[in-house]
């Protein structure tokens, strides 16, 4: 069974205890994150955080696709979003090798 995903605030909450700031601080930094993120990819441009990973953009190109309700052929645009690829770092603790 899934484990629950944690919220924003619970990301919040942790920041603030683990550097020992407000909540405000942590939430103003953690916004300031996430903005910088998506400047930065919706510009074209990836972002790399050291130990974390790297995210960018990718483009889906436009496909057929199938109504599930209907059964009839449907087309779906072309569209951009946001991917993220971990480190190393992260795959080898993920993934410890035997």
Same mark, same amino acid.
């Given at each position: 069974?899934?484990?629950?995903?944690?919220?924003?605030?619970?990301?919040?909450?942790?920041?603030?205890?683990?550097? %020992?700031? +407000?909540?405000?601080?942590a939430k103003a930094a953690?916004?300031?994150?996430?903005?910088?993120?998506?400047?930065?990819?919706?510009? %074209?441009?990836?972002?790399?955080?050291?130990?974390?990973?790297?995210?960018?953009?990718?483009?889906?190109? +436009?496909?057929? %696709?199938?109504?599930?309700?209907? %059964?009839?052929? #449907?087309? #779906?645009?072309?569209?951009?979003?946001?991917?993220?690829k971990a480190a190393a770092?992260?795959?080898?603790?993920?993934?410890?090798?035997?």
């Amino acid at each position: 069974m899934a484990k629950k995903a944690m919220t924003k605030l619970e990301i919040i909450d942790q920041m603030a205890k683990d550097a %020992g700031v +407000a909540k405000t601080a942590a939430k103003a930094a953690l916004e300031s994150f996430v903005d910088i993120c998506v400047k930065e990819v919706k510009a %074209g441009r990836s972002l790399r955080v050291a130990g974390l990973g790297t995210f960018s953009l990718k483009k889906v190109k +436009a496909r057929k %696709g199938v109504n599930p309700k209907t %059964g009839e052929q #449907i087309k #779906i645009s072309a569209k951009k979003r946001m991917s993220f690829k971990a480190a190393a770092q992260i795959k080898e603790l993920l993934n410890p090798s035997k």
